[in-house]
T-cell receptor, first 113, second 114 residues
Framework: AQSVTQLGSHVSVSEGALVLLRCNYS??????LFWYVQYPNQGLQLLLKYTSAATLVKGINGFEAEFKKSETSFHLTKPSAHMSDAAEYFCAVTPRGSYIPTFGRGTSLIVHP | DAGVIQSPRHEVTEMGQEVTLRCKPI?????LFWYRQTMMRGLELLIYFNNNVPIDDSGMPEDRFSAKMPNASFSTLKIQPSEPRDSAVYFC????????????FGQGTRLTVV
């Protein structure tokens, strides 16, 4: 069965610092990959997705993620953190031929002034 | 489109009472999902529908939980009787029937069973 692992339930950075949130998937065939963000008391919303076009995917709010097949990874980065980036981030995978996403446990991003 | 609409946003009920959560998916979406989010277990898929038909309900925790989708624009998740351990945020999401498209989530219903 497809699975997705997010390393670190909490990541803490200073404002202006690099953000790196890690996501690894388990599949011999690269799935469709997604990053979602959840702000307090809200639903999840899409940040970006990989669908087998360019391996470096740019999303909203300055976030981007790079698909690395050899590492089965899809890490999320942002060069400079803002206070408004504080939220819960979820990595999700949908296997090829399926329509059902599987979500990781989420990583809480904390941004210090 | 207004997005996925859930009601109510908050529900507080007493143990043993019936609770009904409602969802209106995005028009034209083929799939509808019900998720439960808790600190302990994260985001769990409870059940999903394709073209109004329940496909997989293996995530429904107990027989106290049931879900219906009488038409393409409405779904309900019912808990009867409710218990304190059912307290969680319940999300409804919908998507098109293609794997490379994202799921669109509602704002969620925060359920508290006292």
């Amino acid at each position: 069965a497809q699975s997705v692992t997010q390393l670190g339930s909490h990541v803490s950075v200073s404002e202006g610092a690099l953000v790196l949130l890690r996501c690894n998937y388990s599949s011999s065939v690269p799935p469709y990959l997604f990053w979602y963000v959840q702000y307090p008391n809200q639903g999840l919303q899409l940040l970006l997705k990989y669908t087998s076009a360019a391996t470096l995917v740019k999303g909203i709010n300055g976030f981007e993620a790079e698909f690395k097949k050899s590492e089965t990874s899809f890490h999320l980065t942002k060069p400079s953190a803002h206070m408004s980036d504080a939220a819960e981030y979820f990595c999700a995978v949908t296997p090829r031929g399926s329509y059902i996403p599987t979500f990781g446990r989420g990583t809480s991003l904390i941004v210090h002034p | 489109d207004a997005g996925v609409i859930q009601s109510p946003r908050h529900e507080v009920t007493e143990m043993g009472q019936e609770v009904t959560l409602r969802c209106k998916p995005i028009s034209g979406h083929d799939y509808l999902f019900w998720y439960r989010q808790t600190m302990m277990r994260g985001l769990e898929l409870l059940i999903y529908f394709n073209n109004n038909v329940p496909i997989d309900d293996s995530g429904m925790p107990e027989d106290r939980f049931s879900a219906k989708m009488p038409n393409a624009s409405f779904s309900t998740l019912k808990i009867q009787p409710s218990e304190p351990r059912d307290s969680a945020v319940y999300f409804c999401a919908s998507s098109l029937g293609t794997g490379n498209t994202e799921a669109f989530f509602g704002q969620g219903t925060r359920l508290t069973v006292v």
